[in-house]
């Protein structure tokens, strides 16, 4: 009988670990072959590594191995001797000894990984995506991502907030509306989440802070840049708020938190993209109706929506805070009572605003927030007020009559802040597989 003890110290090494070996160094590691560059008598055997490119160097009559035999693609392990490089990637290489077939491709790339900017249509890169996120660049978009759910997680976590995990197939959804994905349950009809919104409300009665990420569906027939019928969303909800201000700061403290945290263990990937981290120091905050104004007044524009922001409205709102206020993020609050939902608290001074937010960065919607309604007969009124039923959303109501704190909470979209931060302009970009309305695939 065998018994396992833990994790096994690997043979072969890392990039943070090759970087402590003495020159002249025997190494083995382990990797794909990103590129071959053949010089001759001399070849360089770039490795693709979790944490980036290793540089090896294959020389005819040193090397027991024929180069010919080897494929890009490939995964392979080496041993070598570790040399100083100042041009290869983090100051070293390895000059190899031998290299060890490990399995290798059926046949040759359909895209140009190796290449520093994959210039390839973005049909192209999401039909094969396990395939274009090879590309150091590409990969270095959803390490960016890790790092913005890392930050999430970990500053909550210090926050006094529990990670729970709510179910996606409900009866009921908490947005209401049409855009549901409907399905049948086990011979009962059944939806797909849009938000965790209702569950989230009840754990307050529990842990007091609650937070999740987790996968939420919206059957919208969007076919935009912005849109996605499936995305990730980062969610919290708080209970004992002394008002939705409450919120906003908390997601300042996050956004601090995590840009502190991309700075400081994301850096490679921040220059690998060229990103410009955004300053978070204060963000400022304006009222809705006061923020059409202002557009309004600066470029000579018409508000033709009182109850909502346009697409274009949100891009002007975003150049007039950069301009003016050097502000790449800006809170919109007091949205209007008929574009929030039934749990969204009334502003008490004025019925026809919520106390609720938007977050918007860089001119486009990340967040949406704000505090809720904690007695259980405002909800009821409020849920007659819109003319809906309380079909299907007795047991979240029960927990309202057995009292609740005042609380409030938000959504982050998180491939739009991602999408945001590192400058693209379309959300597909950094949506690991994309579902719309014509990509089920892959």
């Not at 890392?150 to 909550?156: P, Q």
């Amino acid at each position: 009988m065998e018994y396992l003890e833990g994790v096994k110290k690997a043979k072969t090494l890392e990039i943070g670990e090759l970087l402590l070996q003495a020159e002249g160094t025997e190494v083995k590691v382990n990797g794909a072959v990103h590129t071959i560059r053949d010089m001759g008598n001399v070849a360089f055997v770039i490795l693709r590594k979790r944490d980036g490119l290793v540089q090896c160097v294959f020389e005819e009559g040193v090397t027991a191995f024929d180069l010919k035999e080897l494929k890009e693609a490939s995964a392979v392990e080496v041993l070598g001797t570790i040399r100083k490089e100042e041009r290869a990637a983090h100051g070293i290489e390895i000059r190899l000894k031998e290299i060890k077939v490990l399995s290798e491709p059926d046949e040759p790339l359909p895209l140009p990984i190796s290449k520093w900017k994959l210039n390839t249509s973005l049909e192209a890169k999401l039909n094969m995506r396990p395939i274009s996120l090879r590309n150091v660049r590409e990969r270095a978009k959803f390490k960016i991502q890790e790092g913005l759910v890392r930050g999430f997680r970990d500053f909550l976590y210090e926050q006094g907030f529990t990670e729970i995990h709510t179910p996606k197939l409900g009866a009921k959804s908490a947005e209401g509306g049409a855009n549901l994905f409907k399905l049948e349950y086990f011979h009962r009809p059944a939806i797909l989440q849009q938000s965790p919104q209702l569950y989230k409300q009840m754990m307050v009665g529990v842990f007091d802070r609650v937070f999740e990420t987790g996968p939420v569906f919206r059957a919208e027939k969007h076919n935009t840049k912005r849109h996605l019928n499936e995305y990730t969303s980062l969610d919290f909800e708080m209970g004992y708020i002394d008002g939705f201000e409450d919120i906003m700061a908390m997601e300042t403290g996050f956004l601090q938190y995590t840009m502190k945290l991309l700075a400081k263990d994301y850096q490679k990937e921040l220059d690998m993209l060229g990103i410009t981290l955004p300053d978070v120091s204060k963000i400022p905050a304006v009222r809705f109706d006061k923020a059409k104004e202002m557009v309004a007044e600066k470029y000579n524009r018409t508000i033709r929506n009182p109850y909502d922001l346009e697409p274009e409205e949100e891009h002007l709102i975003g150049e007039l805070f950069k301009e003016d206020y050097g502000a790449d993020f800006v809170f919109i609050t007091h949205y209007p009572s008929k574009k929030r939902p039934f749990y969204a608290m009334d502003d008490p001074q004025d019925a026809r605003f919520t106390l609720s937010f938007d977050l918007l960065f860089r001119g486009l919607e990340i967040t949406t927030g704000g505090q809720r309604i904690h007695s259980y007969q405002q909800l009821l009124d409020k849920i007659e007020a819109k003319k809906m039923t309380t079909e299907g959303l007795e047991q979240y109501l029960d927990t309202f009559r057995h009292g609740m704190p005042p609380h409030g909470g938000l959504g982050i979209g998180l491939e739009r802040l991602t999408m945001q931060l590192i400058g693209e302009d379309n959300v597909r970009e950094t949506t690991l597989f994309p579902r719309d309305l014509s990509r089920l695939e892959p």
